[in-house]
């Protein structure tokens, strides 16, 4: 079975036990100053909610690895993410809209790596992203100098543009995961 097969089956298989991710598509494009909130919402609700819920034992009795399942997640939350940021932006000027896109997929990829952890490690995928947002929005309260440091590994302090901080951040986040899923795969 080719790759596109698959994957075309795995948006099938999202579309009929997820029929609520066009509303948050549509939220994701009407909300834009509590969208973070709906990008984690998306990004938990992806794959680590496959796993965590037992539907991935489903799913592996389908010609998917686990590889190429988080692959096709990422690239279904991805998609969903620029579509949404593109529409729910374009009254902005272009050259505002790449930053919007790049920092909206920034936020995602961290959050959904961190579902999948939290899936994998503590079955349960809500916990590390909740804790992750809920420091990041709380991290206004800390002092300067530890404010500073944690704002550049932070989804939501990205501004004009993503610091190469916070990009290595997401980067090894997603490198984890994707390493965390190819052993397990070797083990099962």
């Given amino acids: 079975m080719n790759i596109g ?9 999202e579309r009929s036990f997820k029929s ?3 509303l948050l598509f549509l939220a ?14 998306l990004a938990m609700h992806l794959y680590g909610f496959d796993i965590s819920s037992g539907k991935i034992k489903l799913l592996l009795l389908l010609p998917f690895r686990r590889w190429e399942l988080a692959v096709f997640s990422l690239f279904t939350g991805i998609l969903l993410v ?19 896109i790049g920092k909206a997929v920034a936020q995602f990829s961290v959050y959904w790596s961190l579902s999948i952890l939290s899936a994998h490690f503590l079955n349960n995928n809500t916990l590390l992203p909740v804790i992750f947002f809920l420091l990041d929005f709380l991290s206004g309260l800390l002092p300067h100098s530890i404010r500073i440091v944690w704002q550049s590994l932070s989804p939501l302090y990205q501004h004009a543009q993503l610091t190469t901080w916070f990009l ?3 980067i090894t986040t997603l490198s984890v995961t994707f ?4 052993r397990r795969e070797r083990w099962a």
């Fill in 5 to 13: 097969r698959k994957f075309e089956a795995f948006l099938r298989y």
């Fill in 20 to 22: 609520w991710i066009p």
């Fill in 28 to 41: 994701i494009i009407l909300f834009d100053n509590i969208r973070p909130v709906f990008l984690l919402i």
């Fill in 82 to 100: 620029v579509t949404a940021v593109s529409i729910g932006d374009s009254s902005n000027e272009s050259i505002l809209l790449l930053p919007a």
């Fill in 168 to 170: 290595s951040f997401a």
């Fill in 179 to 182: 390493i965390m899923i190819t």
